[in-house]
């Protein structure tokens, strides 16, 4: 409503403008003029702080991309593969800091983010795991929170096959694809092209 107004303002504003009668005297014509840009003004800023005052909607895609599931496997993944020496050990209270499960439900969101079909299974199956991991620590159950860690660890596919010095086990920049995060600080590799 209030573009509709601003809009209206600077018509008639350009109307009065138009209408001016050229036999005027010149002072007369440099009022009238002058009035006419002051309420052109008025639309014009009318109608841009409307913009600020109503802004648009967003739309936004959520960001479900191949590069958000990359980017939160490499920076959530290596942090839950941290938690095995803990889990071996049988040390409960790594379980208890909220940043762990929230590492877990980060990880999950971001590496089935893409709603395939495929994603939603894995997320479901995932989803209980967590559940089955955290009721274990709080239960103090050394075996269930083994066998539902190392099943997590197996759906989520965090342990892979990678290899640094493996042919092709980089992207075209010759450094490896973990390269630059936690992962990658780990066992930084460049890739030999000469090989």
């Given at each position: 409503m209030l573009k509709f107004i601003a809009f209206l303002a600077v018509f008639i504003a350009v109307a009065n403008a138009y209408q001016m009668n050229l036999k005027m005297s010149s002072n007369d014509f440099t009022k009238k003029f002058t009035k006419a840009f002051g309420i052109i003004g008025m639309g014009a800023s009318i109608l841009g702080s409307s913009a600020v005052l109503f802004p648009s909607p967003a739309f936004a895609d959520g960001a479900s991309s191949i590069s958000t599931?990359?980017?939160?496997?490499n920076y959530y993944g290596p942090k839950i593969l941290k938690l095995e020496e803990a889990v071996n050990?049988?040390?409960?209270?790594?379980f208890e800091d909220k940043k762990v499960a929230s590492t877990f439900k980060l990880f999950i969101s971001e590496t089935t983010s893409r709603n395939t079909l495929r994603d939603q299974e894995v997320r479901g199956a995932e989803n209980r795991l967590q559940d089955t991991i955290f009721e274990a620590a709080k239960t103090k159950d050394a075996s269930k929170l083994k066998s539902a860690y190392a099943?997590?660890?197996?759906?989520?596919?965090?342990?892979?096959?990678?290899?640094l010095s493996e042919k092709g086990a980089s992207d075209s920049s010759g450094f490896a694809p973990t390269y630059g995060t936690e992962r990658g600080y780990n066992a930084i590799g460049i890739y030999d092209k000469k090989k």
């Open positions: 599931v990359y980017r939160g496997r050990k049988g040390d409960f209270s790594a099943e997590f660890i197996k759906v989520a596919d965090l342990k892979s096959d990678y290899k």
